[in-house]
């Protein structure tokens, strides 16, 4: 049976590599959490798509790499629909020193993590999403 994640693309041209394996991977960390993994999209955009998103649906006027929509109706089943930058993906890659391709990693589970319930505004809240992201990215081989 097919993994029902999908790669799309807005207002840019950017498909990822290894999508087959991104799939698995996700998948597997959705069924690790302990839930059930129904439906989702991942669409890459340019920074001026999602800041837009940011200030029509959040109110929040700032750039971000990603946004997450949770549109699970029930307990333990993921559906949703995750918006991510590319431009913000490259420009942290630089910040950070890492490659494009972990970053874009690390965003995609990041984003895989809010739908499962984690956030990210405390400090603490913020330590256990990094521990359970360097935990994921450490299973994914591509």
Not at 109 to 129: E, F, N, P, Q, W
Request: hydrophobic share 40%; with cysteine.
């Amino acid at each position: 049976m097919p993994v029902p994640v999908f790669f799309f693309e807005e207002d840019i041209q950017f498909k990822p590599k290894n999508k087959t394996r991104l799939r698995d991977w996700i998948k597997a960390a959705v069924i690790a959490e302990g839930y059930k993994l129904k439906e989702l999209n991942y669409i890459f955009c340019s920074d001026r798509y999602l800041i837009e998103l940011n200030q029509q649906y959040l109110n929040h006027d700032t750039y971000t790499d990603i946004i997450t929509f949770d549109n699970s109706e029930s307990e333990g089943i993921v559906i949703g629909d995750i918006f991510i930058s590319v431009e913000r993906i490259k420009e942290n890659a630089s910040l950070f020193s890492v490659s494009e391709a972990e970053e874009l990693h690390r965003v995609i589970i990041h984003g895989v993590l809010h739908l499962l319930g984690y956030k990210d505004k405390t400090k603490s809240d913020k330590a256990l999403m990094t521990s359970k992201e360097n935990l994921y990215l450490s299973q994914l081989s591509v």
